[in-house]
């Protein structure tokens, strides 16, 4: 059905429905103009929130990266700040293929109904004027019919008067047939102008306005389509990165499973692990005896002496041996005897990497200093060689520098490590002081040669106690650290260097450390064995507990 047939008379109408639809439109940009804006903020609104909780620098050596809830959180807030990213996406896309190119089709389509409308009202004023030239050519037929009438009445009139002379009567008779005439020429234009505006009617009812209606029907049925599209885009817009948002959740969800809080556990005691043994029992100090001493010179001596010398012992032995209370600050030193024997052996081989890896750098730069001489030298145009020198000369005394540290270094580590073995070997053989029983005298006083106090002769001095049979660190029991997976070797390596083991390929390990970022894996074999080797040797396996 067309509207040049079935609207034909609906001029109106029509006029009014295009303008609806257009408005229709551009109702529908400003949505998505607003959707557009509301994306927009809602993507700045997740990047802001992302910005507030991350870390200003992540670094693998931040001590809360070492713990999996926390790579969760960071991983969770990058998948949120990619998740920012497509919400931007969607706010692009809107605003590209839909409001710009709606905006687009909107300024066109208004043209066109323009020129469409413009040319309706163009063929009605064309018919307006041909019903105009008609109405005239009717008055102008009528007129010129009543005064032909009124001549033909006088002509007769003359003829019949007898006072009339001849010459008055031809002139009337003249007169009447120029009416008679005149009113011929005006029938024939009357006659030409009906014709001509029964054509032009025609042809506007049934050619010029059907088509200016058909062309504004099809004009609009376009805008629905157009207008159909952008709704069927306004939905492909977000399904198109619905992929990648399901990918961002499905990250944030492999984020928390991620969370091993055995693993926690484990990197919170490598982390802290002080390495020391944990105090004995104290002993027993009778002071009952006092009660049964005579009045002897040594007893009353002995009486005045040793009250205040237990009571500083005792004292003194509660704050030295209860460790979680407020700690003294410690002075830092170089060799970091300051730390627990496991955290300074620790502190010690990262030292070592760290200065391992500036070295490589230096000789890196020596040797292309060196080449850049050489080329120097056989290209003198190139530059002068000699200019080199002075950063020859540097780079030489860094790279002994280093060596020289890293030689100071590994004596620290060396002897670290032999305290840590002595201090284990001791404290196998060590018998705890809760599994001696209090030494008596005869006559029922401490023994002045107990291995754990010793008492100066002046019995105001503080009692000096006698330090255990391993060293002042080893308070504490350093168990062996716990696998956390397994290592099994892709290659054979021989493990010539210090701190290395051999392996045979195929062969299964016991993985202890992971890779810190030196490219090396600290593993142990079945029988106790351990040592580093390289991380591309082996394939790894962790444990989840």
């Known amino acids: 059905m067309e509207w040049g047939s079935e609207l034909w008379d609906q001029y109106d109408i029509i006029d009014r429905q295009t303008q609806w639809g257009i408005d229709l439109i551009e109702k529908y940009v400003k949505f998505v103009k ?79 109904r323009k020129m469409h409308l413009l040319e309706g009202r ?29 001549a033909m009445q006088n002509a007769e009139k003359a003829d019949n008067d007898i006072n009339a002379t001849k010459a008055d009567v031809e002139k009337a008779k003249q007169q009447a047939n120029l009416r008679n005439h005149m009113v011929e020429e005006s029938k024939n234009e009357y006659a030409s102008q009906l014709q001509k505006y029964n054509k032009d009617q025609n042809q506007f009812y049934f050619v010029e306005m059907p088509h200016v209606f058909n062309k504004l029907q099809e004009m609009d049925e376009k805008r629905i389509q157009k207008l159909c599209e952008a709704y069927k885009m306004f939905a492909d817009t977000e399904r198109q990165v619905m992929p990648i948002i399901g990918k961002c959740l499905d990250g944030m969800t492999k984020a928390a499973e991620s969370v091993n809080e055995s693993g926690d556990s484990q990197v919170l005691i490598e982390a802290h692990k002080s390495g020391f043994e944990r105090p004995g029992e104290l002993e027993f100090e009778d002071y009952s005896q006092m009660i049964n001493r005579t009045s002897s010179e040594n007893s009353i001596g002995s009486l005045k002496s040793e009250p205040k010398t237990d009571h500083r012992t ?41 200065l391992n890896k500036e070295l490589q750098k230096q000789v890196d730069q020596s040797e292309a200093l060196d080449k850049m001489k050489d080329v120097y030298q056989r290209n003198p145009q190139m530059g002068d060689p000699n200019s080199l020198e002075p950063r020859i000369m540097e780079t030489n005394q860094q790279i002994d520098r280093l060596r020289n540290e890293i030689q100071k270094y590994e004596m620290w580590l060396a002897d670290a490590e032999a305290k840590l073995v002595s201090r284990n070997d001791s404290y196998v053989q060590y018998t705890p002081h809760c599994d001696r029983s209090p030494s008596l005298n005869n006559n ?44 099994t070797a892709l290659y054979p390596f021989d493990g010539n260097s210090e701190g290395t083991i051999p392996m045979a390929e195929g062969e299964v390990l016991q993985l202890i450390e992971e890779d810190k970022g030196d490219g090396w894996t600290r593993v142990r074999r079945s029988d106790g064995e351990e040592g580093y080797v390289p991380t591309s040797y082996v394939k790894i396996t962790l444990s989840r507990k």
């Open 34 to 112: 607003d959707r557009t804006e509301i994306e927009q903020s809602y993507a700045k609104q997740l990047r802001t929130l992302v910005k507030k909780y991350s870390p200003k620098r992540v670094s693998k050596e931040d001590h809360e990266m070492k713990f999996s809830q926390y790579q969760a959180f960071i991983n969770i807030l990058n998948e949120l700040n990619d998740y920012a990213g497509q919400r931007e996406i969607i706010a692009e896309n809107l605003m590209q293929n839909i409001f710009a190119q709606l905006l687009k089709y909107l300024h066109e389509n208004k043209q066109e």
């Open 122 to 150: 163009k063929a009605q004023q064309n018919l307006e004027t041909s019903f105009k030239q008609l109405d005239n050519a009717k008055r102008r037929f009528e007129r010129d019919c009543k005064e032909a009438e009124k």
């Open 314 to 354: 005792v004292g003194k032995s509660k704050t030295k041996r209860w460790p979680f209370g407020k700690k003294n600050k410690l002075i830092v030193s170089e060799d970091f005897s300051h730390l627990p024997p496991e955290q300074r052996r620790k502190k010690l081989q990262q030292k070592i990497e760290d």
């Open 444 to 487: 029922g006083s401490h023994d002045k040669e107990s291995p754990d106090t010793t008492y100066s002769d002046d019995s105001g001095q503080e009692p000096l106690v006698q330090p255990s049979p391993v060293s002042e660190f080893d308070d504490f029991e350093d168990d062996l650290a716990h696998p956390i997976g397994s290592s």
